[in-house]
Nanobody
C-alpha cells in the first residue's frame, strides 16, 4: 500500500515536497517512482529511485526535482523546486514489486496545482 501526500496550490517559482508512505516488509528492495498525470495527458514518469538510492529524472524534472527515500521509515519524497504551470498534475507514487520492472503498486495520487 502506498499513500501520497503533500500536494496543494503553489505559485509559479515556488516549491513543494511530496511524501509517500509505504507499507510492506519488502519496501527496501523496491524501485520507487513518482509519476504524474496532467489534465488531458497520459501519465508519465517523473523520477525514480532504486533500493540503493540511485535516482533518475525524466524531462523537465531534471535539475528541479529531487527524489529521495528513507528505507527505515518506508518513505519516498519528491522535492519540487522552481515549479512551473506545466507541473500542474496529479502526482502518484508507485513501486516495482515484480521481476519485469513494471510499476505495479500505485498510491492514490495527490494534486499539485501551480498558479502563475
Amino acid at each position: 500500500q502506498l499513500q501520497a501526500s503533500g500536494g496543494g496550490l503553489v505559485q509559479a517559482g515556488g516549491s513543494l515536497r511530496l511524501s509517500c508512505a509505504a507499507s510492506g516488509s519488502m519496501f527496501r528492495l523496491n524501485v520507487m517512482g513518482w509519476h504524474r498525470q496532467a489534465p488531458g495527458k497520459r501519465r508519465e514518469l517523473v523520477a525514480s529511485i532504486t533500493s540503493g538510492g540511485i535516482s533518475t529524472y525524466v524531462g523537465s524534472a531534471t535539475g528541479r526535482f529531487t527524489i529521495s527515500r528513507d528505507n527505515a521509515k518506508k518513505m519516498v519524497y519528491l522535492q519540487m523546486n522552481s515549479l512551473q504551470d506545466d507541473d500542474t498534475a496529479v502526482y502518484y507514487c508507485a513501486a516495482v514489486a515484480n521481476v519485469r520492472g513494471v510499476y505495479d503498486i500505485w498510491g492514490q495520487g495527490t494534486l499539485v496545482t501551480v498558479s502563475s
